[in-house]
Antibody
Framework: QVQLVQSGAEVRKPGASVRVSCKAFGYTFTKYAIHWVRQAPGQRLEWMGWINPGNGNIKYSEKFQGRVTIARDTSASTAYMELSSLRSEDTAVYYC???????????WGQGTLVTVSS | EIVLTQSPGTLSLSPGERATLSCRASQSVTSSYLAWYQQKPGQAPRLLIYGASSRATGIPDRFSGSGSGADFTLTISRLEPEDFAVYYCQQYGSSPITFGQGTRLEIK
């Protein structure tokens, strides 16, 4: 069955970077986009960007442009999201999600808690 | 950016009752590209509705979505105990993709 399995929780100091991975199982990885969405404590879900694993096309939210890098390794069926210049406001659960068609998500990863603290 | 505003913020109802959740957009949502998700504590969101009114695979028919333009509604016809959760709407017709702030459905 379809599953997205994310890497484990991370703790970083302000100014550092973090990379979260998302490994896909149970479907053809290159056929569907992967999106990254975060959820800060008590806040709404926030879209960060997406990647088309098939052709490598990427789109970032303007809010994160310059700080976020999304990539994929098709041989490993894995997508990555790296966020740099971390600040305390980046403390959140980061999710990857499989795009079913045009931007709605039929499967989500389990989430990765990133804590930014000095 | 399309801002989605959900109401009410919290809805207190009893099992068996009908729930009506609203999602209003700051401008028209392209092609009714609106989805609804359910989220329980410690879990990832779960897709309920896409395209404003199409139920996702495996979602019970007590969940229904309606609306167009800038006004959308999620209705749960008869609440079951497992339905008490937070519900989010999402628009994916315009970039950036945006979400509402959520409606918390709690047991009365």
């Amino acid at each position: 069955q379809v599953q997205l399995v994310q890497s484990g929780a991370e703790v970083r100091k302000p100014g550092a970077s973090v990379r979260v991975s998302c490994k896909a199982f149970g479907y053809t990885f290159t056929k569907y986009a992967i999106h990254w969405v975060r959820q800060a404590p008590g806040q709404r879900l926030e879209w960060m960007g997406w990647i088309n694993p098939g052709n490598g096309n990427i789109k970032y939210s303007e809010k994160f442009q310059g700080r976020v890098t999304i990539a994929r390794d098709t041989s490993a069926s894995t997508a990555y999201m790296e966020l740099s210049s971390l600040r305390s406001e980046d403390t959140a659960v980061y999710y990857c999600a499989k795009d079913a068609y045009n931007g709605w998500y039929d499967y989500w990863g389990q989430g990765t808690l990133v804590t930014v603290s000095s | 950016e399309i801002v989605l505003t959900q109401s009410p913020g919290t809805l207190s109802l009893s099992p068996g009752e009908r729930a009506t959740l609203s999602c209003r957009a700051s401008q028209s949502v392209t092609s009714s590209y609106l989805a609804w998700y359910q989220q329980k504590p410690g879990q990832a969101p779960r897709l309920l509705i896409y395209g404003a009114s199409s139920r996702a695979t495996g979602i019970p028919d007590r969940f229904s979505g309606s609306g167009s333009g800038a006004d959308f509604t999620l209705t749960i016809s008869r609440l079951e105990p497992e339905d008490f959760a937070v519900y989010y709407c999402q628009q994916y017709g315009s970039s950036p993709i945006t979400f509402g702030q959520g409606t918390r459905l709690e047991i009365k």
